[in-house]
């Protein structure tokens, strides 16, 4: 169990400052934007599908990252499904369609976790774009 905890410790670690990068790019990329340009459908629509892609690229580099730790150590031979089970696991899906051995079992459950999370502070980061983006439409813009 010890050895699987300080195994995934470096991805955990990786993907929380990657998160934190992501998230602080995007915000300022859209208070930038949004200063400048605010106002219009097709303006508030290119800033949020902007923070959302934003998001969504942070995470799959996150499922990445836990896919080539997969690779290193041993429990799967090509990136493609290493990349999968990662995703799979990364979003909380668990299809079981494709399973670590005996040994690394415990860094599925440690994926899904810091998944889980990732996903609910990106979710939080667009949230805050599309209440912000409503809050200036109330406004008319101020």
């Not at 200063?35 to 459908?41: A, K, M, N, S, T």
């Not at 990732?118 to 439409?137: E, H, I, N, Q, W």
Request: hydrophobic letters at 60%; one cysteine or more.
């Amino acid at each position: 169990m010890l050895i699987n905890l300080l195994t995934s410790l470096p991805a955990m670690l990786l993907c929380l400052f990657l998160q934190a990068i992501f998230v602080a790019v995007s915000v300022h990329q859209y208070v930038r934007f949004r200063d400048r340009v605010f106002g219009g459908l097709f303006r508030n629509i290119a800033m949020l599908s902007g923070v959302m892609l934003v998001m969504l690229i942070g995470n799959v580099i996150q499922m990445a990252i836990w896919a080539v730790l997969f690779i290193i150590i041993g429990e799967f031979d090509q990136f493609e499904k290493a990349l999968y089970f990662s995703s799979v696991t990364f979003a909380t899906l668990g299809y079981g369609d494709v399973v670590l051995s005996e040994q690394w079992r415990l860094l599925s459950g440690v994926e899904a976790a810091n998944g889980i999370l990732m996903f609910g502070v990106s979710t939080a980061v667009m949230t805050a774009a599309v209440l912000d983006v409503m809050k200036r439409f109330e406004t008319g813009g101020r």
